[in-house]
């Protein structure tokens, strides 16, 4: 894997994006790990939750969107709760989608929940 | 005496068992539930990106209903619904600009009348003045430990109960939790209250798997089977929760568990206000017992209709 | 006119300073400009005013012209001011009778503009003609010395400052509030950068300030308050009653063999158990028992009274009181130290509630030959010796959202230390640490940290953790490897955290008191971060060790060195001079309106209820002007800066 | 041309140091503005400041130590604090309070002296001249002390 670092004009709007929809500092990240150390489901991640801030900051929009990690994100605000900047990473990972929907990257639409399921989910 | 009570759609048509419990213990504590009229689906899901602000019309206009009716506070007893109301609340109060934009929304509502076909118009905009409790916090705030403990009327002395709180009674950390995200005690002061032991379970903040159950359902599986073994390690014997996700994927999915994990033998699931109904003495028919994977009854000592009243 | 009514005698000398001035002001016309100006009977410009020749020149003028003030149109008063004060000096005059106008770098050296440049030097020495006009003749301000010092706190820091202050031959006294010296070193195991036993080294410095003569250690004592000023402090402390006479006890332990209270041990940090008479710990200073009221079943025979009996020396009495009594002393050093971060703030790992899951200095305990295991490591719950322990960095620190946002210094180091001692002790045994950095900014450390992973084979995983819980009679870690993306959980024996460094309890309070500011995270304010590092802004008060901000024993040590030094500075004066330009009151005009009080940063001023004025500490007041811009009624008026002197000038800026 | 005249009140701390500065470094400024010296920020007062505009000041400027810095502690936030006020009363009395300018410039910061000078300088001359003196010398207090 390489990564040519380059961080213009684009991925600083894209940066700047990020942290407008998400309401969070994703600069401000210094790369504990705690996030990912207590997410609940970050054994079924591609990208650990520190490393989808990491790849923001690096402004690799490409490989967030790619990422399974989007939508493994259950929601839960562990990673919020004990982050020392108070990253929430919930909102970081939706922020992300947004940007990926147009780009048709939804990764499980309602009409794929199978339908006895459907019936007795809240 | 009266309170607005909102149940949430997911009390009124899958687990009817909260909905029917919560009614069935208030009644005994005093209080007569309103639900504000025309109530709608609070959305399920704060939204969490500022371009989709428009989710948040929904819980307003229920907040704002409430508020029509002269209410100054609204209890849940769903989790979730608390979450999405209590979050909601917070993000008007605290930002003028959203406010107004929500408020953009609520006031061009029509509403029709299903039977007189009557239209109004011309509603009034939230204030922000509605207070959002979950039950938990109404019964530790307004009701008070003593006055629940004088009323109980079954002795659960015998059992112990591992209090979960999962993530939306806790989490985001701030305005929105009704306790310490890492170190709360609402529920393990509830559950003292109403008699029965409490066991301290380190997974009691962990999260359930959420919507996980759907998409990733071994992970789901393998998340909530964490949290029950950890409860029945520590001596439980039920969890008791307050959410309807939480109850789903830890009892309704016990069985994808048990197929995965075959030392699980199971793990009676309750809600909050079930235990509670049941230590006042509600009937056990009322609280929807039966709805649940994992038959709880048994260890409530319930054998057939021999309720054993005390 | 001056002070006294008559009209003053102004000489008025224009330096060139060679072209710097001259090239660009025409200095003879300033010179001519001024003849005859208010006040002023003799004007004249000369090439280098600061030269011999140059000073000699005003020293003949003022006696030949019988000046009794002179302004010096030259270069910043920065620079000369003390030379022309020192040549009107030694003309008989007072040195508040010259005045400089600054001619130079605030006029020919940045300005081209000849012109321009000539009648703006005009109005600035104008206008220092009408400030010297209505200066008056000062003194300074003197004060004696009480050359005797009050350390509180006798940790390494303050025993270390003691034993200075003592050496360059001045009294102490050395207040502690626990039974006996020594803080948190004598509790440490073994040192880094260096290993070396910290009671070897620290027993021999306690011994050493309780046996010097210049030292009155003052153990179960606290301060109480603190009054007056640099130079001349009153101290109220507050004994606390001993019941234990130091000088009868002779540390035979039979009262703490019969007594029946048991109570856990801070010493041991609780790993342990010592009765309600105790001895702190072997080597405590003063070696005498104390009698711990607060967990005794009471004195009274009936209740218990068993260890009187037993008392051979007689030495222990039931009648002793808390006392207050006052001294006097010229500075105090203040040598608090640290306490650690309460484990229940870090709910995610189980607060208090697992007794395998500890704090460092638990472990420092544990490791010490003379800790509660025999200086074997042993775990907490069941004395089993573990075989896999984690340490995990930062608890507390580094964490703005919700805990302490500095980082703690010293625990990347201790953590270092005790994953090496560890595995010195158990070498079958697996350490491992959680680090999100590790920092190693002092002599030695890094070499040492690279220690603990090259020979001791401590491996060191890059991640915060996030959740420490038991399953069983296993401690499960939930970490991370940031290096690899790899969540990480895995199962432990022994948790050590190392826990951040706070600001120890109660010490805001009395600083509160003192008026020494602490910054946002309740460590004592230096008076600059870097010039002044050892000083506190509260003129008279000195910091040493931890109280300060975190740090390691060498900079503990450094800085108590260096706070004496500054100590040493301010006994080495005959009497303490102050600059007399301090905002006086005129009880005439004073409404006692108490404005001024709430505005002065050093409490220099102070409401008379009585009279119902005002009245000026001028020792503590350090003359800023603040009062004087806020008296309603102009009954504060800064000497040699009234009101009236500023007007004038500004007239004569704008007019003249 | 207008040629305005400025008072200026620096603090000897910070601002005159920063004004020494500027001279040590050779740099070039209008020389519109005279300084004052005083202790601190915090010794000026309102009445200063209108006695200046009386004199014939059009701008008046007062120089401190950044926030934090000052050497009495916090002598300069009760300066800014002030500063509002005088401000409002500079309005109120018929004075723009562009005419008043409070900057902190440290003794490190020659240049910041230098730009805050031209700078206020340039901004009083679009002003205009302000002409309090004319309108208002028979009420003036007399301080001459012949
Ligand atoms: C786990 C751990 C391991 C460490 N290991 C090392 C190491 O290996 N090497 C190293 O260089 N450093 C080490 N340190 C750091 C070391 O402990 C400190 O640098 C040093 O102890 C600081 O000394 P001090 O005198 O400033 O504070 P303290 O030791 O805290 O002493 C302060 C004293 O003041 C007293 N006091 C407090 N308030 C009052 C009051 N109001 N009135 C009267 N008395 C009062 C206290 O009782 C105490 O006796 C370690 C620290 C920890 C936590
Ligand atoms: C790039 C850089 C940036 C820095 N930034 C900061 C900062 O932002 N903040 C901070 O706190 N610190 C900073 N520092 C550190 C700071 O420079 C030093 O802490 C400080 O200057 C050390 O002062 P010193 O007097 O010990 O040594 P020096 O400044 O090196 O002074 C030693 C003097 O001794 C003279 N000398 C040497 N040998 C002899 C001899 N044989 N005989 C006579 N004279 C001799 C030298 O000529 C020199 O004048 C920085 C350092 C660097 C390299
Ligand atoms: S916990 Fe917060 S600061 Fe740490 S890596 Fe995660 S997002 Fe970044
Ligand atoms: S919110 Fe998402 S990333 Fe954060 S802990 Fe929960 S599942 Fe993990
Ligand atoms: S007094 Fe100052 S200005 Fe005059 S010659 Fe000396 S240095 Fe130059
Ligand atoms: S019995 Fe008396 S002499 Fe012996 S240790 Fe106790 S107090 Fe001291
Ligand atoms: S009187 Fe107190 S200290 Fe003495 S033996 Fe009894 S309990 Fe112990
Ligand atoms: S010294 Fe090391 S362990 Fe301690 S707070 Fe700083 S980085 Fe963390
Ligand atoms: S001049 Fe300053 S220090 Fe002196 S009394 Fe006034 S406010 Fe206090
Ligand atoms: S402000 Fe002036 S009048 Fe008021 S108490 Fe102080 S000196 Fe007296």
């Known amino acids: 894997m390489r990564t040519i670092l380059k961080l213009g004009k684009q991925e600083h709007r894209f940066i700047d994006r990020i942290s407008e929809l998400s309401g969070e500092n994703v600069y401000s990240c210094y790369q504990c790990g705690r996030c990912s150390a207590g997410c609940p489901m970050a054994f079924e991640m591609d990208i650990l939750p520190n490393q989808l801030i990491r790849l923001v900051q690096l402004g690799e929009e490409e490989a967030l969107i790619a990422s399974k990690t989007l939508f493994i994100c259950a929601s839960c605000f562990t990673c919020q709760s004990r982050c020392p900047k108070g990253i929430n990473i919930a909102n970081v990972a939706e922020a992300i989608r947004y940007l990926a929907e147009p780009k048709g990257k939804d990764h499980f639409g309602p009409d794929e929940v199978p339908a006895e399921l459907a019936d007795e989910l809240p | 005496m009266k309170l607005h009570y909102y149940p949430g759609c997911t009390l009124k048509e899958k687990t009817t068992n909260l909905d029917e419990s919560t009614y069935a213990a208030m009644k005994m504590l005093g209080y007569e539930l309103v639900e504000p009229e025309n109530w709608t689906c609070c959305g399920a899901e704060f939204p969490l990106n500022e371009e989709k602000i428009v989710g948040l019309a929904a819980p307003a206009r229920i907040l704002r209903q409430v508020e029509m009716e002269g209410g100054d506070k609204v209890v849940t007893a769903c989790a979730f619904c608390f979450n999405v109301l209590k979050q909601t609340h917070i993000a008007l109060l605290n930002d003028p600009l959203k406010q107004k934009r929500i408020n953009a929304y609520l006031k061009d509502d029509i509403r029709i009348d299903p039977v007189t076909k009557e239209r109004t118009t011309d509603f ?15 019964i530790q705030k307004e009701i008070g430990y003593e006055k629940v403990r004088s009323l109980i009327r079954r002795d659960l002395g015998n059992l112990r109960a591992a209090p979960y709180y999962g993530c939306r009674l806790l989490r985001p950390k701030g305005e929105t939790g009704i306790d310490e995200p890492d170190d709360p005690s609402i529920f393990e002061e509830f559950l003292e209250s109403i008699g029965i ?12 798997g959420s919507y996980l159950s759907v998409s990733l ?3 789901a599986s393998e998340v909530s089977y964490r949290i029950l073994r950890s409860a029945k390690l520590n001596g439980a014997d039920m969890v008791v929760l307050s959410c309807p996700l939480c109850y789903y994927n830890l009892d309704r999915r016990q069985d994808r568990i048990r197929e995965k994990f075959l030392e699980f033998t199971g793990m009676p699931v309750l809600f909050f206000t079930q235990i509670l109904a049941w230590a006042l003495g509600v009937e056990a028919e009322i609280l929807g017992l039966d709805q649940h994977f994992f038959d709880p009854r048994p260890v409530l000592g319930i054998t057939d209709k021999a309720e054993v009243a005390s | 006119m001056n002070g006294n009514g008559k009209k003053k005698r102004i000489g008025v000398f224009v330096c060139h300073c060679g072209v710097n001035i001259a090239g660009v002001v025409d200095v003879e016309r300033v010179a001519k400009a001024l003849e005859g100006y208010s006040g002023v009977s003799f004007s004249t410009h000369y090439i280098y005013m600061c030269s011999e020749p140059g000073q000699n020149m005003i020293l003949e003028t003022i006696r030949e012209e019988k000046l009794d003030s002179i302004i010096v149109a030259a270069c910043s008063p920065t620079l000369h001011e003390k030379t022309f004060q020192s040549v009107i000096e030694l003309a008989g005059l007072n040195p508040y009778q010259v005045e400089i106008a600054n001619i130079r770098e605030q006029d020919s050296w940045v300005h081209s503009d000849k012109e321009k440049a000539t009648l703006k030097a005009i109005k600035i020495v104008k206008s220092m003609v009408e400030k010297v006009l209505q200066n008056e003749s000062l003194e300074p301000i003197r004060v004696g010395v009480t050359r005797r ?6 940790g390494i820091s303050g025993i270390q400052s003691a034993l200075d202050i003592a050496d360059h031959g001045y009294e102490v006294l050395l207040v502690e509030k626990n039974p006996s010296i020594g803080g948190h070193m ?7 950068p260096t290993l070396d036993c910290s009671q070897c080294i620290m027993t021999p410095k306690m011994v050493e300030a309780s046996r010097h003569p210049n030292i009155r250690i003052l153990t179960y004592h606290e301060v109480e308050s603190i009054s007056g000023y640099v130079g001349n402090f009153k101290v109220k402390i507050r004994k606390k009653p001993r019941f234990v006479d130091p000088d009868k006890c002779t540390m035979c332990a039979d009262c703490e063999d019969v007594c029946p209270q048991i109570v856990s041990d801070e010493f041991n940090m609780g790993l342990s158990f010592r009765k309600a008479i105790y001895l702190p710990f072997p080597q405590a200073v003063p070696g005498t028992y104390t009698l711990d009221i607060e967990n005794c079943l009471g004195l009274l025979p009936i209740r218990c009274g068993k260890c009187k009996e037993v008392c051979e020396p007689d030495a222990i009495n039931y009648d002793d009181q808390e006392t207050v009594f006052e001294e006097e002393v010229g500075a105090v050093v203040v040598s608090t130290g640290y306490d650690l971060y309460d484990l229940n703030h870090l709910g995610e790992f189980g607060g208090e509630k697992y007794e395998d899951v500890i704090n460092g200095l638990e472990f420092e305990r544990i490791l010490s030959a003379s800790g509660p295991t025999g200086g074997e490591v042993r775990r907490p719950s069941d004395g089993k010796v573990p075989k896999n322990v984690v340490f995990i960095q930062c608890c507390g620190s580094r964490d703005p959202e919700n805990h302490n946002p500095y980082c703690s210094k010293i625990c990347c180091m201790y953590t270092s230390k005790h994953a090496m001692l ?8 697996n350490a491992t640490v959680f680090y999100i950095d590790v920092r190693t900014g002092g002599k030695n450390f890094e070499e040492f940290y690279q220690r603990t992973i090259d020979e001791d084979q401590v491996l060191y995983v890059r991640g915060k953790v996030s959740k420490v819980y038991k399953e069983g009679d296993k401690i499960i870690v939930w970490g991370v490897d940031t290096l690899t993306g790899r969540k990480i959980e895995m199962e432990a024996d022994l948790v050590v955290l190392a826990m951040s460094m706070v600001q120890t309890d109660g010490v805001n309070e009395l600083l509160k008191k003192l008026r020494i500011s602490s910054d946002a995270n309740g460590w004592l304010s230096e008076a600059h971060p870097k010039l002044r590092p050892v000083e506190s802004l509260n003129a008279g008060f000195y910091l040493a060790g931890c109280a300060h901000g975190p740090k390691d024993i060498p900079e503990t040590v450094s800085q108590a060195s ?10 080495a004066q005959e009497q303490l001079l102050h600059e007399p330009t301090v905002v006086p009151v005129d009880e005439d005009l004073c409404s006692g309106c108490g404005i001024c009080v709430t505005i002065c940063p050093y409490s220099a001023r102070e409401l008379d209820k009585e009279k119902g004025v005002v009245k000026v500490n001028e020792v503590l007041c350090e003359g800023c002007g603040a009062c004087a811009a806020a008296c309603p009624s102009g009954a504060a008026q800064q000497r040699n800066q009234t009101d009236d002197q500023i007007f004038s000038m500004v007239r004569a800026i704008l007019r003249g | 041309m207008f040629e305005p005249q400025i008072m200026c009140f620096l603090c000897k701390w910070c601002t005159y140091a920063g004004a020494d500065l500027a001279g040590t470094s050779r740099m070039k400024y209008d020389p519109s503005g005279i300084n004052l010296r005083v202790m601190c920020s915090s010794r000026i007062d309102l009445q200063h400041i209108l006695y200046a505009f009386r004199q014939g000041a059009d701008g008046v400027f007062i120089g ?5 810095d000052c050497h009495y502690v916090e002598g300069n936030y009760k300066t800014l604090r002030r500063s509002i006020l005088f401000a409002k009363m500079l309005e109120d009395l018929g004075i723009s309070r562009k005419r008043f300018r409070l900057e902190w410039i440290s003794a490190a910061e020659g240049r910041k002296f230098v730009q805050a000078m031209n700078d206020f300088t340039a901004q009083i001359a679009e002003l205009g001249p302000l002409n309090l003196d004319k309108m208002t010398l028979n009420n003036q207090k007399d301080f001459s002390h012949e």
């Open chain 3, 149 to 154: 010092a009050l350390v509180i706190g006798a």
């Open chain 3, 422 to 429: 560890y595995k010195h002790h158990v070498p079958d045994g």
């Open chain 2, 217 to 219: 359902p071994d992970a």
């Open chain 3, 186 to 192: 004598i509790q440490l195991s073994e040192t880094f």
């Open chain 2, 124 to 138: 009034p905009e939230y204030r922000g003045d509605v207070q959002v409790l979950h039950l938990l916090e109404f």
């Open chain 4, 64 to 68: 401190g130590c950044h926030p934090g």
């Open chain 2, 197 to 208: 032991g409490v066991v301290d379970f380190p997974f009691k903040q962990e999260c359930c």
């Open chain 3, 562 to 571: 260096a706070a004496v030094a500054k100590v040493g500075d301010l006994f």
